[in-house]
């Protein structure tokens, strides 16, 4: 199986900073890479698809870029809606893996 | 609206059976293949089943494969999820989710999810 390793665990940043997720596969997966984000309580929702593609409705302070094992999720603003946890996603291969998630707070 | 609203959630003892639905609205259900991915208490998302459009092709988690059955009743526009022999480690959150092969086979739209709990 394929293993995806976020970083940080947890962030905390103040509203308007710059925020950056990074998340790496423990092999090549192209760009086969999508982004989630959970809000308490909530299902997880599509942020970013094919690595850096941002889903219909999604506010463009979010970015995605990488291919190949590394890659990062980029907020431009830090927003306080954007108070959640965030996970990468491998869909290269079955069995679909998940990092262990990145908690998102506000200072 | 597309929407995907699960149920059947429920508290069993370990090694009972219980069966999840998902009822899919606001698309043409057989055109996709879907999942189910689970969430333990405070704890991450974990894949769990998939099944492609037709149902003609299913694929399980190792932690789960021998013990639960996907399968899905197009004319019902439903996915299930059969869980048996199950045990304390399964207790968690069950999604189902839509999976969209045009943009990178990612899951577009979840459920809100049904609880299951699996304690003596």
């Known amino acids: 199986d394929i293993q995806m390793t976020q970083s940080p665990s947890s962030l905390s940043a103040s509203v308007g900073d710059r925020v950056t997720i990074t998340c790496r596969a423990s092999?090549?997966?192209?760009?086969?890479l999508n982004w989630y984000q959970q809000k308490a309580g909530k299902a997880p929702s599509l942020l970013i698809y094919a690595a850096s593609s941002l889903q219909s409705g999604v506010p463009s302070r979010f970015t995605g870029s990488g291919s190949g094992t590394d890659f990062t999720l980029t907020i431009s603003s830090l927003q306080p809606e954007d108070v959640a946890t965030y996970y990468c996603q491998q869909s290269s291969s079955i069995p679909d893996t998940f990092g262990q998630g990145t908690k998102l707070e506000i200072k | 609206e597309v929407q995907l609203l699960e149920s059947g959630g429920d508290s069993v003892q370990p090694g009972g059976s219980l069966r999840v639905s998902c009822a899919a609205s606001?698309?043409?259900?057989?055109?996709?293949?879907m999942s189910w991915v689970r969430q333990a208490p405070g704890k991450g998302l974990e894949w769990v089943s998939a099944i492609s459009g037709s149902g003609g092709s299913t694929y399980y988690a190792d932690s789960v494969k021998g013990r639960f059955t996907i399968s899905r009743d197009n004319s019902k526009n439903t996915l299930y999820l059969q869980m048996n022999s199950l045990r304390a480690e399964d207790t968690a959150v069950y999604y189902c989710?839509?999976?969209?092969?045009?943009?990178?086979?990612?899951?577009?739209?979840w459920g809100q999810g049904t609880m299951v709990t699996v304690s003596s």
């Open positions: 606001g698309f043409t259900f057989s055109s996709y293949p």
């Open positions: 092999q090549n997966i192209n760009n086969y």
């Open positions: 989710a839509r999976r969209v092969l045009s943009t990178g086979r990612t899951f577009d739209i």
